[in-house]
């Protein structure tokens, strides 16, 4: 099956430092990635779309200055983190659908960040 | 607004016990209710997806099904490799394409 691929999938970082976290699909085209963020024991909340060659749309409450995504090819979307803070600290998973082939939904192995 | 509630939070059974985990959804018009199960640390990994009431899908010990207001997942003599949390999610017809996910189902199976 298609495979998502995330990485790193842990970084511990310095408070106010930033982070990038990378989500490639590797046998399949994605004109869309989602991004989603998950707390211990809690759901997927969705962050924002990534699209390709256009910009991102982020969810309501979703600061788009804090979190950078850039979705520069069909294959690789970025989220940036930017001076991250401990209530940044949170397991960030990717996702990308492959649209031309069986519409499904496949996700990455997600990204720990733990900032101190 | 896409609403999923998954029931129970928490399940344990032993080896071998079948059982159920519902999921209730609302939705505007449904494009796809799907299931995932999520190990610890890791991303959802996909089962199922059902798109219309009525439906049903088979994997191994899993099976899904779908009505206008619901889905089950039933799980028939789980094995603990069967342990971990099941996601449900629901996408919509309304242009978004992101799924809504409910807060999912721990499962522990006790040998």
């Known amino acids: 099956g298609a495979v998502v691929s995330q990485h790193p999938s842990w970084v511990i970082c310095k408070s106010g430092t930033s982070v990038k976290i990378e989500c490639r699909s590797l046998?399949?085209?994605?004109?869309?990635m989602f991004w989603y963020r998950q707390f211990p024991k809690q759901s997927l909340m969705l962050m924002a779309t990534?699209?390709?060659?256009?910009?991102?749309?982020?969810e309501q409450g979703v600061e788009k200055d804090k979190f950078l995504i850039n979705h520069a090819s069909l294959t690789l979307s970025t989220l940036t983190v930017t001076s991250a803070h401990p209530e940044d600290s949170s397991f960030y998973i990717c996702?990308?659908?492959?649209?031309?082939?069986?519409?499904?939904?496949?996700f990455g192995e997600g990204s720990r960040l733990t900032v101190l | 607004e896409d609403q999923v509630t998954q029931s129970p939070e928490a399940l344990r059974l032993q080896e071998g016990e079948s059982s159920s985990l519902n999921c209730s959804y609302t939705?505007?018009?449904?494009?796809?209710l799907f299931w995932y199960r999520q190990d610890p640390g890791k991303g959802p990994e996909f089962l199922f997806t059902?798109?219309?009431a009525g439906e049903e899908k088979e994997k191994e010990r899993l099976k899904a099904t779908l009505t206008k207001k619901e889905s089950f997942l039933h799980i028939t003599a789980p094995k603990p490799e069967d342990s971990a949390t099941y996601l449900c999610?629901?996408?919509?017809?309304?242009?978004?394409?992101?799924?809504?996910f409910g807060s999912g189902t721990r499962l522990q199976v006790q040998p």
């Open positions: 996702s990308a659908q492959d649209i031309l082939n069986t519409g499904e939904l496949f």
């Open positions: 046998d399949f085209q994605a004109t869309t």
């Open positions: 990534s699209n390709e060659g256009s910009k991102a749309t982020y």
């Open positions: 939705v505007s018009g449904l494009r796809g």
């Open positions: 059902l798109y219309s």
């Open positions: 999610a629901v996408g919509g017809n309304t242009g978004r394409r992101a799924l809504t």
